[in-house]
């Protein structure tokens, strides 16, 4: 594999050059903010999982930053990696506090995710539009089965996790944007991506934290 290989995926990108996409470089500056943000509400005693999602938050604007700025195969794992660790990192907190499950169950169920992502990547990438984005839409897919099965267990978490599947899928349309509409607007929509993404994680993060103290686990 070239490792170096240039990766022209975005609208706003022109040339090889390092800040050839000034905006969708610098507004990954919003993912380190909701990690700072959220940071600072989760330091109460029984918040290390919350902690932990902070720090890969944080991990998620750097990589992200370094693929809008360097656009080259190695850059890109480090803009993905940091997504796919905080995915599978919140579906464990999912199965361990909103369902209740020991800790190799919850464990076990988050495993489910790669079979489950393998079925539904392929048929996300039938619909028409969505494109390179197929990838994540089994997120918000996931996060709203959760939302509806968790409705009577917690429907404080329900209601939080639908808020954040629905921010999800705006942003996730935003991505799929970028490139259709390139023509018409040069800057593209990938940023949104950014923003709306920051504002999403962060969100997950405060659900979490708040369950927690409701269950007294804080």
Known sequence: ????????????????MYWAEPVNAVTNLAFLIAAYVMWRRVQEPGLGTARLLCVVLGMIGLGSYLFHTHAEVWSAVADVVPIAIYVLIYIWAANRYYWGMRWFAA???TVLFFPYAYVTVPLFQMVPFIGSSAGYWPVPTLIAIY????????PNVAKGLGIGAAILVVSLVMRSL??????????????????????MLGWMIEVLRRHLKTQGEV
């Open 147 to 154: 939302a509806v099965l968790l409705r009577a267990r917690v």
């Open 1 to 16: 594999m070239d490792w170096t290989r240039q990766i022209d995926g975005y609208c706003e990108r022109l040339g090889p």
């Open 107 to 109: 464990l076990g169920a």
């Open 178 to 199: 970028d490139e259709p509409i390139c023509d018409a607007i040069p800057l593209g929509t990938h940023f949104l991506w950014h923003v709306l993404n920051a504002i």
